[in-house]
């Protein structure tokens, strides 16, 4: 199976599709599946908007996207970030708010069929926010994830390959917007990934391409787009723990970005 992991874009639809039919034609594949790792910037409704994305993207192409009840050009599977409208994603009955397109919520599964079985994806969408890791996650609608959605994903059975937005605690960033290098401290991510052990976990919130490892198991981020590496070409088969990385997107200094198997 090949499938395309995407890092934030905050609501800007149109470019993200865009470059991923751009980045298939570029490796002459079709990508089965996009994993988004949030931040997608669901607003359906631009006046409900946060403030820090009406002082920086604004609303993005969904509200016409839902308006027209839109269909994505590839299928789509994505967890939350920490900008999205939060209260109207959890109050959708069935994981498919456009056609294509697949919110997986927090501690939940998805699974991709593959030939006669599947290939199962976990999610834990949001940032890491001290004051409410310890909350119930019944008690709170936001941009935060929580110990027990951690729990709930870790006791819910196999995941091959992991979603999260924020950096599992223990990644480092060499090189970042804040100036030197530092290491994440996003509580219980880092447990989440030695628990569940996927075969890749993705995340995004930081806005940079990195390569990270917790307990042996690689950790991806990805870039925002359009910037290098927000887009990252896998190929997974359904069965044992083997997966590569095919190519990046977009290119490099004018060539695309490949890199080897993992």
């Known amino acids: 199976m090949i499938l395309c992991a995407a890092g934030d874009i905050h609501g800007a639809l149109d470019r993200m599709y865009e470059e991923v039919l751009a980045f298939e034609t570029e490796l002459g594949v079709r990508f089965e599946w996009v994993l988004h790792v949030g931040d997608l910037g669901v607003w359906p409704d631009p006046e409900r908007i946060d403030r820090a994305t009406r002082n920086h993207e604004g609303a993005g192409d969904f509200p016409a996207w839902w308006a027209e009840r839109r269909p994505a050009p590839r299928r789509t599977l994505f967890v939350k970030g920490n900008h999205e409208d939060f209260v109207w994603l959890d109050a959708r009955a069935r994981p498919e708010i456009l056609p294509g397109l697949f919110y997986l919520r927090n501690a939940e599964r998805f699974e991709l069929p593959c030939g006669d079985t599947c ?144």
């Open 119 to 262: 290939i199962v994806v976990g999610g834990l969408g949001g940032c890491h926010g001290p004051s409410d890791y310890g909350r119930r996650s019944r008690d709170l609608q936001g941009r935060h994830y929580t110990r027990d959605e951690i729990d709930r994903l870790i006791t819910g059975g196999r995941v091959d390959l992991l979603l999260v937005h924020d950096a599992p605690a223990g990644v480092r960033f060499e090189r970042h917007r804040r100036g030197a290098g530092w290491v994440s401290d996003a509580a219980g991510l880092d447990e989440l990934v030695r628990a569940v052990r996927p075969r890749v976990c993705f995340f995004g919130h930081h806005h940079t391409r990195v390569d990270g490892e917790v307990a042996g198991v690689p950790c991806v981020g990805l870039n925002k787009a359009p910037h290098p590496g927000s887009l990252v070409a896998i190929e997974i088969p359904p069965r044992n723990r083997s997966w590569r990385i095919l190519a990046e997107w977009p290119r490099r200094s004018g060539e695309l970005s490949r890199a080897g198997s993992t």
